[in-house]
């Protein structure tokens, strides 16, 4: 009796043990933290700094393949922004494609 008491114990303290054990591996759960500050806004872009010339998208037809499903505007500030790393604004995509029609 006394042995299968014993045996309980050491059974029942090797449980205890292997509990606390895989209890403190959960981890303790992380504080979120606030956003860190957004960067200052960029400044608009009014034109090509050293080409001074724009692509020509006016011959282009708006929303097919060739000008990636987008419209004359948004490609060709999409041009602009792969060539000088600046968005234009739409107002002055507009103005220049206005320019390439007349013309």
Known sequence: MRKI???L???ALLVAVLAGAASAQ???PVTPQPYPPASPVPNFYFGPTVEG???YVAGLTPYSAETN????EGYLRALVFQRTGKW???ADAERVLRM???Q
């Open 5 to 7: 008491t014993s045996s």
């Open 26 to 28: 959960n981890p303790i």
């Open 9 to 11: 114990a050491a059974l």
């Open 69 to 72: 499903n987008m419209s004359l």
């Open 88 to 90: 234009m604004s739409l």
């Open 53 to 55: 010339v724009f692509p």
């Open 100 to 102: 390439q029609r007349s």
